[in-house]
């Protein structure tokens, strides 16, 4: 009896407390995740399905990255303007009328043209489901449930990789297709069993993208994640690249990331709740740095085990910054303002997504030697920042108290 009574407490502590329509959120985005095949595999389709040039496939991933940049400050004014879950459903279905048309679409400016719509509404629906945890969820739960909301990703992600691998052997339009169908289910389902959670307009307070602007704190936290962004994003653009150049095969690369994976999925889930009880500055702060020290590490490999080992450290990292940006978004915005605040996290990745790749290569190219401890000092940088402003952080007054 004691120990079910153990086991049923467990269980508690990591996922109880939480409101059924956050559990609906995380079940479609689970869901959603599972059909992301198609972005993974667009430099194979470009140039393999559609005997696109590589200067080419440059071209139409770049303005895939542009339409990004626009999507997050958008869909954030979106979902402050018009709600979360209008916001959030049109997003998915866009972005399932969009995959459609690519998988058939077979001239460069149709490409061109379709990527940079992609790019605008695929991840459209991140500052809305945000938003959707703030105003649902109560502060000291939100680091868990944010948490989780990260762990769906990861684990839908990775089985998405494995099997998008085995879809693509009958063809890429498949892939396409099963994107579409379960951003279509995300949809629904956000439309069918969650309820509207932006204030109710007589309660809300005018807002512009201004009043975000003017929030110094806020800009300093995007910054200071901007710079952890060009370092993580390291890993999935610049990695690759250097192990080749060292002479292993790309199966060392798989190898690798396979244990980022494999940690995200078996160990996040386990301390999410145990670091939620911490200061959310001081954890994150502790998660920049322990990528940074990943990636600097990076350097010393030369095999595949070495570079698995790096990833590991790096991982280990990232998984103590899984649902803190969340929570501190939340507490810095005003409820009427969370899908703006939102999105203008959203936009310090989607810069990054752009950068990362342009900096990254650069010093492959012009500074292999110091390429991996310069990395390791952003990500210390960015970690020293997170602390200053952990004060500041704290002594904000929570409006979710207001409401």
């Known amino acids: 009896m004691t120990t079910v009574i153990s086991r049923t407490g467990f269980i508690q502590s990591k996922v109880g407390g ?96 379709g990527m940079f719509v992609l790019g605008i509404v695929v991840d459209a629906y991140r500052p809305a489901s945000q938003a959707i945890v703030a105003d649902l969820v109560p502060p000291e739960d939100r680091p868990r449930a944010f948490g989780l909301l990260f762990w769906a990703i990861n684990l839908g992600f990775s089985v998405a990789m ?46 512009r993208f201004a009043d975000v602007l003017r929030d110094r704190l806020m800009l300093v936290f995007v910054l200071g994640n901007l710079a952890y962004s060009l370092v993580y994003l390291q890993g999935y653009t610049t990695l690759p690249l250097a192990m080749t150049g060292q002479g ?16 995200i999925v078996v160990v996040q889930p386990l301390t999410n709740a145990w670091l939620a009880r911490f200061d959310s500055s001081k954890v994150l702060a502790s998660g920049f740095a322990l990528v940074g020290v990943g990636f600097a590490v990076t350097s010393l490999a030369s095999s595949a085990a070495g570079h698995a080992a790096a990833v590991a450290v790096w991982t280990l990292g990232e998984v103590l910054t899984a649902g803190i940006p969340g929570a501190i978004v939340a507490t810095l915005a005003p409820p009427h303002l969370r899908g703006r605040y939102s999105g203008l996290y959203g936009l310090s990745w989607s810069a990054g997504t752009l950068l990362a790749p342009l900096v990254g290569t650069r010093l492959l190219a012009d500074a292999p030697g110091l390429m991996w401890p310069l990395f390791g000092a952003l990500g210390l940088l960015a970690a020293a920042g997170q602390l200053l402003i952990g004060r500041a952080i704290r002594r904000r007054p929570s409006p979710s108290r207001k409401e």
């Open 18 to 113: 939480l409101p059924r329509p956050f559990w609906v959120l995380f079940g479609g985005t689970f869901v959603n995740r599972l059909g992301t095949m198609v972005e993974p595999f667009i430099g194979i389709y470009l140039t393999q399905a559609r005997g696109v040039s590589l200067a080419t496939t440059g071209l139409v991933m770049t303005m895939f990255g542009v339409g990004s940049l626009l999507s997050q400050p958008v869909a954030g004014w979106l979902a402050d303007r018009l709600g979360r879950r209008i916001t959030l459903t049109g997003g998915m279905v866009a972005t399932a009328v969009t995959m459609v048309a690519l998988g058939y679409t077979t001239s460069v400016p149709g490409l061109v043209a």
């Open 162 to 207: 494995v099997a998008g691998g085995w879809l693509a052997r009958s063809g890429f339009t498949v892939l396409f297709w099963v994107d579409a169908v379960t951003c279509l289910i995300f949809g629904l389902l956000v439309w069918r069993a969650i309820p509207e959670t932006r204030p109710a307009r007589e309660d809300a307070l005018p807002g």
């Open 248 to 263: 292993l095969p790309a199966s060392a690369y798989g190898m690798a990331m396979a244990v980022n994976g494999l940690l």
